[in-house]
Nanobody
Framework: QVQLVESGGGLVQPGGSLRLSCAAS????????IGWFRQAPGKEREGVAC????????YYADSVKGRFTIYRDNAKNTVYLQMDSLKAEDPAVYYC????????????????????WGQGTQVTVSS
């Protein structure tokens, strides 16, 4: 069975850090592009980071650039999203997704390009 499972969400104070994990079963993550998305209450889901299956290059939304890092651990078949300097605008349900994109540098943060999704993990930022 092909699936993605996110973990690592929780409650953190502003300025704190969390590391989210996206573990795959039924397929190898190094054969697909991976994106991290988030959806806050009342808002549309937005892409925050992605990494290429070809060369592991990474791309970020402007809102998280310099604070979030996406990276792969192929031995563990897992992709991580390291989130530092968390802000009040970061709380959301975070999802990972996989796909084989035609052009990740342009399409990497478009949710329509991904075909397998995890169930999401909640991130809360509060003092």
């Amino acid at each position: 069975q092909v699936q993605l499972v996110e973990s690592g969400g929780g409650l953190v104070q502003p300025g704190g850090s969390l590391r989210l994990s996206c573990a795959a079963s039924g397929f190898r993550l190094d054969t697909v592009d991976i994106g991290w998305f988030r959806q806050a209450p009342g808002k549309e889901r937005e892409g925050v980071a992605c990494t290429s299956r070809i060369d592991s290059r990474t791309y970020y939304a402007d809102s998280v650039k310099g604070r979030f890092t996406i990276y792969r651990d192929n031995a563990k078949n897992t992709v991580y999203l390291q989130m530092d300097s968390l802000k009040a605008e970061d709380p959301a349900v975070y999802y990972c997704a996989s796909g084989q994109l035609l052009l990740i540098q342009t399409m990497g943060l478009w949710e329509s390009e991904y075909d397998t999704w995890g169930q999401g993990t909640q991130v809360t930022v509060s003092s």
